[in-house]
């Protein structure tokens, strides 16, 4: 019997499609990549963690422009580089660095990692490489953006890539909607991430100066951290800190002194310095005392 | 008449990669002259070490000890190949470039002037009817103008001296007869030919003298007459040459 | 050197005539603009992941054309036999190590202005700012680096006759000397001897390809390394790329093409 090749075709075609139909629901299952609400996710899958990390380290080798320690440079402590962009979002930067040909001499760390050239090729070298710590500054800082925003869409749970866009967009572009946009698109990622609530209450207080909305943000971002397990809210006690301590200032602006004082307490439990922030407290109820004389109450 | 190929207790040894794998002597002490304005036919059967010796005089493969000379000039010097063309078995040429690029390119290794080169690539894409197809590149053509092209290359520099190995094998009965009239026009003119080929009968018709090499050994070396003294033709004298016996012959 | 001349301009015809540098093109230009065409946070002026990416790809393309091209020159000409006819002709050995070197050098550095004046067309656009000279340094110090692979793959392509397998060797050799080069004697330093030894000595014979990776310089909008060291630079790249030739030479010199 001859067989024609076209029904050959045909019917390995209609084998294939009987077997998809069959496969279908089942294979769905086989791969969480597929189940990828984005296409970054879809081509990345899992290593898309990985990369969003790179990224993130890369807004920082941005921040840097450039100058910034390869895995044969970094000696044990020093691997966790980006802290420098995480660390200048709360205000942590330490020093300026200067754009330009200026070095930064304010600091000794700065530049260590090249220490001194260990022979002629290491120094001719140095010619041909960015070797001066410098920082992003006067609207340039725009330039690690790109970095962020890739790194959030392959690792949305990712929180630092959140704050630390935020920051930038609203203190140094001044671009708030933006920085509200991108809080508010990791809020939703991750609802219960209380460093998220925290610079969002920072946005509305610093920026909109919207007080109620700041703090109903930082309320809800001490809430969402009460209902922690104790040991996630012993690792994260510094948002802890700055929720309370900025949820005091901002009752102290508004004139609610006995909440402020409240606040303040909270944050002396957690604080490795409780001394300085009763010099707060004192000063808050000297301001009471000549309003109303009527001591706080107890927040715990 | 003097000597414008010459090669003197030629030896060439190949070492092959192959561990504990003898040494191949491809020419054993190979004494050759080939004189100006003459057609030497080289023959040999296959392996004999013609390609070899050809190889040593083009400049392919260095001699392991002996000499080789074109034109007085020791062949390992590029500049002894300045009055010489020559002819592959096969076609091989930049398959990218047209006909006339190939020529300009090769004109320029020879170092003709503009004029002269326009000159000459006009004379022999015209001689090898290759002039309506000179502009369109190489891979494009059939077999048989593959290798009229190489004939025009081989004549670019207006030789003194013409190479050819096994120039009408793969051609058809007209490219033979086009190959066997360009050596005869260039014998007229004076230049010297030397060509090997196993196409007896042709050697028999074009040649002067003939060598015969078997074994990386010189044979015999003469006139066609004188090789074929006592026997019947060229082909029979060939074969006791070489020390093949027949059936017929035994 | 007219004869140089005649299989330097082969050889650029052969590039121009394959589709290599078309397609390296286009991908470059089809991936640069998509990126650029990305919008960040409604931010029009972003524009160094730009400069970041073409520059990425324009070193990887050139670094492909390279390669390829010169891996494919003699190993290509012994396969095709087209070295048979050309060496029959009153040209050395050493002329044709130096044509293929010219030819290929010349070749990807066309290709090197093509590729920055694109980069210089879609970057000033963005910028409203064009650092000639920084551009400059930047496609200079790169061509050197280029003759330098050239010279290498040439010498690699004498030994070996495959041209897939010079490509991918020395496709490993370019990107481990930028990635580790500067960093070899530090991680010697790591090392329990002998290989301290063998990756310091190795460390100062190398020749050190990321000195002419000046990419940052022109992302970072960083200016330009002063002219005395790019003249040093140049320099060492010359004395590298003769180091390199003339060995390719030494091996090609005496080499039985027919086997």
Wanted: aromatic content about 10%; charged content about 20%; some cysteine.
């Amino acid at each position: 019997m001859k067989i024609s090749p076209f029904t050959v075709l045909l019917t390995l075609l209609a084998l294939a499609f009987t077997l998809a139909l069959g496969l279908a629901q089942d294979a769905a299952g086989w791969s969480q990549r597929g189940k990828s609400g984005n296409v970054l996710g879809m081509m990345f899958g899992d290593g898309r963690k990985l990369l969003a990390n790179q990224f993130f380290t890369m807004a920082d080798v941005y921040f840097h422009s450039g100058y910034y320690p390869s895995v044969f440079d970094n000696k044990a402590g020093q691997e966790d580089e980006p802290k420098a962009i995480v660390a200048a979002t709360r205000g942590h930067e330490g020093h300026d660095h200067e754009t330009g040909d200026k070095k930064c001499e304010k600091c000794e760390e700065c530049g260590s990692f090249l220490g001194q050239p260990k022979d002629w090729i290491d120094a001719f070298g140095r010619n041909f490489k960015i070797a001066q710590h410098t920082h992003l500054e006067h609207g340039k800082e725009r330039e690690m953006l790109p970095w962020l925003r890739l790194a959030a869409d392959l690792d949305p749970q990712k929180i630092d890539t959140y704050t630390v866009g935020a920051f930038y967009l609203r203190n140094h572009l001044k671009h708030v909607n933006q920085a509200e946009a991108f809080l508010r698109e990791g809020l939703r990622n991750n609802p219960d991430s209380c460093e998220i609530l925290f610079e969002l209450g920072r946005l509305y207080r610093e920026s909109s100066h919207d007080l109620d909305r700041a703090r109903n943000v930082w309320e809800l971002g001490v809430r969402k951290f009460l209902a922690r397990s104790p040991a996630e809210q012993k690792e994260n006690r510094l948002v802890f800190e700055e929720l309370v301590v900025n949820l005091g200032h901002l009752e102290d602006e508004a004139g609610n002194y006995g909440q402020a004082i409240n606040w303040f307490h909270a944050a002396q439990k957690v604080s490795p310095n409780p001394a300085v922030l009763q010099k707060q407290i004192d000063e808050i109820q000297k301001k009471l005392a000549a309003l109303l004389p009527v001591g706080p109450a107890k927040l715990y | 008449m003097s000597a414008i190929l010459q090669t003197q207790k030629l030896r060439v040894e190949y070492r092959t990669r192959e561990l504990r794998q003898p040494v191949k002597i491809a020419l054993t002490g190979l004494d050759l002259e080939v004189r100006a304005g003459e057609v030497f036919g080289f023959l040999g059967p296959n392996g004999a070490g013609k390609t070899t010796t050809m190889n040593v005089l083009l400049g392919f493969v260095p001699p392991t000890s002996g000499a080789a000379s074109l034109f007085g000039i020791d062949v390992r010097q590029p500049i002894a190949r300045q009055r010489i063309g020559y002819l592959p078995e096969m076609t091989y040429y930049y398959k990218f470039l047209s006909a006339e690029e190939l020529l300009r390119f090769y004109a320029k290794i020879f170092g003709l002037a503009r004029a002269e080169a326009d000159r000459r690539i006009d004379q022999l894409l015209k001689l090898v009817e290759l002039e309506s197809a000179r502009k369109r590149p190489i891979k494009s053509y059939s077999k048989g103008m593959q290798q009229r092209v190489g004939l025009a290359q081989a004549l670019l520099n207006n030789p003194d001296l013409l190479i050819l190995d096994e120039p009408t094998s793969g051609l058809d009965p007209l490219g033979r007869m086009k190959v066997r009239e360009i050596i005869q026009r260039l014998k007229n003119e004076g230049k010297t030919v030397f060509f090997s080929s196993h196409e007896l009968g042709e050697v028999e018709t074009i040649c002067d003298r003939v060598a015969i090499v078997h074994q990386g050994d010189l044979k015999a070396v003469g006139t066609v007459a004188e090789i074929s003294a006592g026997h019947p033709n060229l082909e029979q004298a060939f074969l006791k040459i070489v020390g093949f016996q027949s059936a017929h012959a035994s | 050197m007219n004869k140089i001349f005649a299989l330097t301009g082969v050889v650029i015809k052969e590039l121009y005539r394959r589709k290599d540098f078309y397609v390296l093109f286009v991908l470059t230009a089809v991936l640069t603009l998509a990126a650029g065409a990305v919008n960040f946070f409604h931010d029009e002026k972003i524009v160094r992941y730009v400069k970041d990416i073409c520059l990425l790809l324009i070193w990887i393309s050139s670094l492909v054309i390279a390669i390829v091209t010169t891996a494919r020159q003699i190993p290509a000409e012994r396969e095709a036999r087209t070295i048979f006819p050309l060496l029959a002709k009153p040209v050395s050995r050493g002329q044709v190590i130096a044509g293929k070197f010219l030819g290929c050098w010349l070749a990807t550095g066309m290709a090197l202005v093509v590729f920055y004046f694109f980069f210089a067309v879609i970057t000033g656009s963005k910028e409203q700012s064009w650092p000639v000279l920084t551009y400059f340094q930047a496609a200079w110090m790169q061509w050197l680096l280029l003759g330098i692979v050239i010279a290498l793959v040439l010498l690699g392509s004498i030994y070996f006759a495959a041209p897939s397998s010079t490509s991918t060797i020395s496709f490993v050799v370019v990107i481990s000397i930028l990635l580790v080069g500067s960093h070899l004697h530090v991680i010697a330093l790591q090392q329990p001897e002998p290989m301290q030894t063998v990756l310091t000595f190795v460390y100062y014979i190398m020749p050190h390809l990321e000195w002419f990776y000046l990419s940052d310089f022109v992302v970072y909008d960083f200016g330009h390394v002063p002219l005395l060291k790019i003249i040093a630079a140049t320099l060492y790249a010359a004395v590298w790329t003769g180091i390199l030739l003339l060995l390719a030479w030494l091996g090609f010199r005496r080499k039985n093409l027919t086997t």
